[in-house]
């Protein structure tokens, strides 16, 4: 998956699949954090920010 969004090189996002659920967290970039979900119609689509992210994801992304 690539996104529009402009990257700084020297970040280097870490990614965690959520457990019991087919969500992939990107943490952090220079962009922030961002969810990444399949949607009702069957396309993957990056949500930006922290929202609805589980406490054990959001302790090491702080």
């Known amino acids: 998956m690539s996104d ?6 020297r970040y280097f996002p870490g990614v965690v699949r959520e457990s019991g659920a087919d969500v992939l967290w990107v943490l952090p970039t220079d962009q922030g ?15 930006s920010g922290s929202e609805g992210m589980p406490d054990d994801i959001a302790e090491p992304a702080r």
Do not use: C, I, K
């Open 4 to 9: 529009d969004l402009p990257h700084v090189e």
């Open 33 to 47: 954090n961002a969810s990444v979900r399949q949607g009702s119609d069957g396309s993957w689509g990056r949500t």
